[in-house]
């Protein structure tokens, strides 16, 4: 086995060895969610032609809390904001409840009824 996969190997096995342990879970899903929400901003916003500077102007917040959502540098989501810079994207904000089966990372259905365009 070569360096880099035995490095590989053991970084996965660390990682694995602390997904067993539910407070690091959580928190590790909780960025994950954070990571994700910022990465749509993002490329929502590029698509769109947008600096940080013009969604902020047209969503009636400031460059620095773009800038913050889109490196998931915050949590401090209010539905209302996110409301407001969705609209300025000609978006809407879809809340939705999925379950999550035991021992995974990721909502298991996607089932168009469980949303809620907000």
Not at 5 to 30: C, D, I, W
Not at 43 to 66: C, E, F, M, N, P
Not at 73 to 80: I, K, Q, V
């Amino acid at each position: 086995m070569n360096k880099h996969k035995e490095v590989g190997a053991s970084v996965k096995a660390h990682f694995e060895k602390k997904m067993t342990n539910p407070k690091f879970r959580r928190l590790y899903q909780e960025e994950g969610r954070k990571v994700r929400l910022g990465y749509v901003i993002h490329r929502l916003r590029t698509q769109a032609g947008l600096t940080q500077v013009a969604l902020a102007h047209r969503a009636g917040v400031t460059q620095g809390y773009i800038a913050r959502l889109e490196t998931a540098e915050t949590s401090n989501y209010e539905m209302n904001t996110l409301k407001k810079i969705a609209a300025a994207l000609h978006r809407v904000v879809v809340v939705g409840f999925a379950e999550v089966p035991r021992g995974h990372l990721a909502p298991a259905s996607r089932r168009i009824e469980d949303l809620v365009t907000v």
